[in-house]
C-alpha cells in the first residue's frame, strides 16, 4: 500500500518547473478536445463565456489530498454538482485571476494562500463554457479549517477532500461510465460511485473527473521523470512505503 508525505512548496519546485516543458506549456487534461483550444478564434469559441477553476492540492492534517466543492442548489447551472472552486472570468481577468477570486469568495481562502504550479488545457463544459484548470497548491493545511464557517451558502454546498491515497490504493474508488451528448458517447473517469454503482453527492464524474485523471497522471509522469520513485524535489510526495 502506497503512503505519501505531505505537500510542500518546496516539494513542488520541479512539478512547478515541469509546466514549462509540456506541450504548449499546459498540463493535458483530455485527448477528445485540441490542447490549443484557448488560441483558436472561431465565432462558436469567441461567443463562450470563459472561466477558471482552482485544482486544488492540499494537506489535510499532514495527508495529501485533492479539495472539491459541491456546488449549492440554488446556483442556475450544475447545482447539487461536484467542482473544483472557481468560476466566470470577469472583464480583463486571466483565468488564474478568476480562479483565485472565485476560491477566496466560495471557501475564503486567499490569493496569497495559493501555491500557483501552472495551467491546463482549456475544456469545454457541458454548458458551453470554456473552462480553463489552474493547478495550484493551497498552502495551509485545511484539515485545520473550518469552511462551514467561511464558505458561501449561496454557491456551496460543502466542501470535501480526498486524500491522494484513495485514489491509488482503493480500486474500487475508480471507474469509467460513458457519457453521451449530441448523438456521441465517450468513456469518461468516475470517483466514488455509492456501491450500488449509482453517483452520490460527492462522486465526482464529468469534467472535474477529467481534469482529476489528467493531474493524477502528470503527477505520475513528472515524479518518474525525476528519481523513478514519484518524488519531487527530494520529496518523497506520491510513493513511500
Known sequence: MRRFKPFSVEGFK???ESFASMEGGRLRVTKHLPLDLHLKKTQKLMDCRDAGVLVSLCNVKGEPSLLYTVRSAKL???AGHVSFPGGG???GESA??????????EIGIAAEGVHVLGLGQTVFSITGVLVTPVVGFIKEDVGEIDFELQKSVEEVDSVFTVPLSRFTNDPEFTSTE???RKDRSAEFPVYGLSDDKTRNKQTIWGLTATITEGL???LRIQGQKLDNRLSYGGHNL???N
Open 89 to 91: 472570468r470577469d472583464e
Open 216 to 218: 493524477l497522471k502528470e
Open 96 to 105: 488564474i485571476d478568476a480562479a483565485l477570486r472565485e476560491t477566496q469568495e
Open 14 to 16: 520541479s512539478f512547478k
Open 178 to 180: 460513458m457519457l453521451t
Open 76 to 78: 442556475r447551472s450544475h
Open 238 to 240: 506520491l510513493h513511500s
